[in-house]
């Protein structure tokens, strides 16, 4: 039994980590060398000749589409908690039946797929004249972390107690002072949560930035320039492999680090509903 | 902001469902129910159909199933089973798009899959070339990239699970079979109705992977529903039809998800009561 559990475990672990290792390893190899040996490591002709290219590729500048996606990334987690926050205040504090049926509206956008909304949002963008603009991707992925931003926030807002509020009423502090002051300051935990989820979110996504953005702007994300990248290419390794671990690099530091809070995140999303 | 870029587009979509917008002119003219009786007679849509009824069915399965195993393996606090949790689950932070090149550069007509093969005296096999063998590849790579969220997910379900029952079990002769038979299992209920719903709509909007993998060939026989909505419609601007076909998803993943729910709401009302 003991045995056999070893076994599993060991395939498990090699059957998910034989593609990272190919993706590193090859990824400072030469065309010849992945070809004949994909496994080996030539410790004589490692390269960083093919990183290098991918990095200062002039169509598609990695380092550009790193910059870009950050600073997506970034909007897009602060437009997210400007909206959600204090709407998930009044929701979580509400105690009528709006308040319900506003946060049951919020949550029906966590079934939705996606590929439903792009054709119609595309309408709307052009109807707004932001289809093809920074502006009109930016409101669209925002909304689309709406739902659960919402969810996290409300569920974690009912868990502080009522009694904050009445001392900050009592000290002669409105409802907006109460909420920057009192309630902000202590949903600390549900905001590194949501941001870490949006993070990801923003940065693998390919879809939306694609379609509203647009292959004809010369804005890239990563995942973009990379799929930019390598479509001609797609049988020179020495494109196809750089360019995946440039892409994924970032977001691996940064799964490194924060693992705990992107696991617990991901259980708090989807089992407290 | 839900309003307008959810609400609206999905009124939208259905509105563009019977039209036959094309993406450019900000006039469509309606068509009726056109576009419906179309996608009804529609061979490539029939085809998309079966491919995502095999990718969601099987993926389904093998996730939940591969999920609760590995679970049940790593539920135990160590440094070990710590780092193994990171291993099945760091695709999820990769991203789909990026996990399709990957594998097709492994599973490719030069990659490293056929160059073992190779070694080993066999001829290549036709993992992306052949449409049966791409459906099967499709499927094992949706499986590698996601069933480490269930595994995450069920370790947190059997978190919720009393260590005080499992000693009963033990203590009144059970063995480990029976123990998770009588004893987890019909604990664990809610969980499994998660990583059910969650994996099934997960896996009915599949599209960056077959992209990347596949790009839908080949001669699109590996083309999903998702797929077909937003590759075709955006190629041929027929973007009405696409409409059409995205409500059809939707009310599919819809009915989907709230008839499991329902008949998984029953497995769970059998625990508490």
């Keep these: 039994m003991r045995l056999f559990k070893t076994v599993l475990l060991t395939l498990a672990a090699?059957?998910?980590?034989?593609?990272?290792y190919l993706l590193v390893v090859n990824a400072f190899k030469g065309q010849d060398d992945i070809l004949r040996s994909p496994f080996g490591i030539p410790f004589g002709r490692l390269t960083l000749e093919h990183l290098n290219a991918a990095l200062s590729?002039?169509?598609?500048?990695?380092?550009?589409?790193?910059?870009?996606?950050?600073?997506?990334?970034?909007?897009?987690?602060?437009?997210?908690?400007?909206?959600?926050?204090?709407?998930?205040?009044?929701?979580?504090?509400?105690?009528?039946?709006?308040?319900?049926?506003?946060?049951?509206?919020?949550?029906?956008?966590?079934?939705i797929p996606s590929q439903v909304l792009v054709i119609p949002v595309i309408y709307v963008l052009k109807y707004l004249g932001l289809m093809g603009t920074v502006g009109g991707f930016l409101l669209y992925e925002t909304t689309l972390t709406l739902p659960v931003s919402m969810f996290l926030y409300v569920a974690y807002i009912k868990t502080l107690p009522r009694e904050l509020d009445e001392a900050a009423r009592m000290d002669g502090a409105g409802p907006i002072v109460t909420f920057w002051r009192v309630i902000l300051p202590l949903m600390r935990p549900a905001v590194a949560t949501a941001v870490v989820l949006h993070t990801i979110g923003v940065w693998t996504d390919f879809v939306n930035p694609q379609i509203i953005l647009g292959p004809g702007s010369s804005l890239y994300t990563v995942t973009t320039s990379v799929y930019a990248a390598i479509g001609r290419y797609s049988t020179d390794f020495t494109v196809v492999y750089p360019n995946l671990l440039m892409a994924v690099a970032p977001v691996l530091v940064f799964f490194v680090f924060l693992q705990r809070n992107i696991v617990s995140g991901l259980t708090a999303g989807a089992t407290k509903g | 902001m839900i309003t307008l870029f959810m609400l609206v587009p999905i009124a939208l979509?259905?509105?563009?469902?019977?039209?036959?917008?094309?993406g450019l002119t900000p006039?469509?003219?309606?068509?009726?129910?056109?576009?419906?009786?179309?996608?009804?007679h529609d061979a490539d849509v029939g085809h998309a159909a079966v491919v995502t009824?095999?990718?969601?069915?099987?993926?389904?399965?093998?996730?939940?199933?591969?999920?609760?195993?590995?679970?049940?393996?790593?539920?135990?606090?160590?440094?070990?089973?710590?780092?193994?949790?990171?291993?099945?689950?760091?695709p999820y932070v990769i991203g789909p798009i990026i996990i399709g090149f990957l594998w097709s550069a492994i599973l490719g007509a030069n990659g490293a899959i056929?160059?073992?093969?190779?070694?080993?005296?066999?001829?290549?096999?036709?993992?992306?070339?052949?449409?049966?063998?791409?459906v099967g590849s499709i499927v094992a790579v949706v499986v590698w990239s996601q069933f480490g969220v269930n595994v995450v997910l069920y370790l947190a379900g059997l978190q919720t699970v009393?260590?005080?029952?499992?000693?009963?079990?033990?203590?009144?002769?059970?063995?480990?079979?029976?123990?998770?038979?009588?004893?987890?299992?019909?604990?664990?209920?809610?969980?499994?109705?998660?990583?059910?719903?969650?994996?099934?709509?997960?896996l009915l909007r599949v599209y960056e992977i077959v992209l990347a993998l596949t790009g839908g060939?080949?001669?699109?026989?590996?083309?999903?529903?998702?797929?077909?909505?937003?590759?075709?419609?955006?190629r041929s601007n027929h973007l009405g039809y696409g409409a059409a076909q995205a409500i059809t998803l939707m009310v599919v993943i819809a009915a989907l998800a709230l008839g499991l729910t329902a008949l998984r709401r029953r497995a769970e009302d059998a625990v508490s009561s």
């Design chain 1, 14 to 20: 090699l059957v998910m980590l034989i593609p990272g």
């Design chain 1, 57 to 111: 590729n002039p169509d598609f500048s990695l380092v550009r589409a790193y910059v870009v996606t950050a600073l997506f990334a970034l909007a897009v987690n602060v437009l997210s908690l400007a909206v959600s926050a204090p709407a998930a205040y009044v929701i979580a504090r509400g105690t009528r039946l709006r308040h319900r049926a506003l946060l049951g509206l919020f949550l029906l956008g966590l079934f």
């Design chain 2, 13 to 22: 979509a259905g509105y563009l469902s019977f039209t036959d917008w094309d």
């Design chain 2, 27 to 40: 006039n469509p003219q309606g068509v009726g129910w056109a576009n419906y009786s179309r996608l009804l």
């Design chain 2, 53 to 90: 009824l095999i990718v969601t069915v099987v993926g389904t399965i093998a996730c939940n199933a591969a999920g609760l195993g590995l679970a049940l393996l790593l539920n135990r606090t160590s440094r070990l089973t710590a780092v193994l949790r990171a291993v099945v689950f760091y």
């Design chain 2, 114 to 134: 056929a160059h073992l093969l190779g070694n080993a005296g066999h001829s290549p096999l036709p993992f992306l070339s052949d449409p049966a063998w791409a």
């Design chain 2, 162 to 202: 009393p260590a005080s029952l499992h000693e009963a079990a033990h203590i009144d002769g059970a063995g480990r079979w029976q123990t998770f038979r009588s004893v987890t299992w019909p604990l664990l209920a809610p969980s499994v109705t998660v990583n059910l719903v969650l994996v099934l709509v997960g």
């Design chain 2, 217 to 234: 060939g080949p001669a699109g026989r590996t083309n999903t529903f998702a797929f077909l909505i937003l590759s075709e419609s955006f």
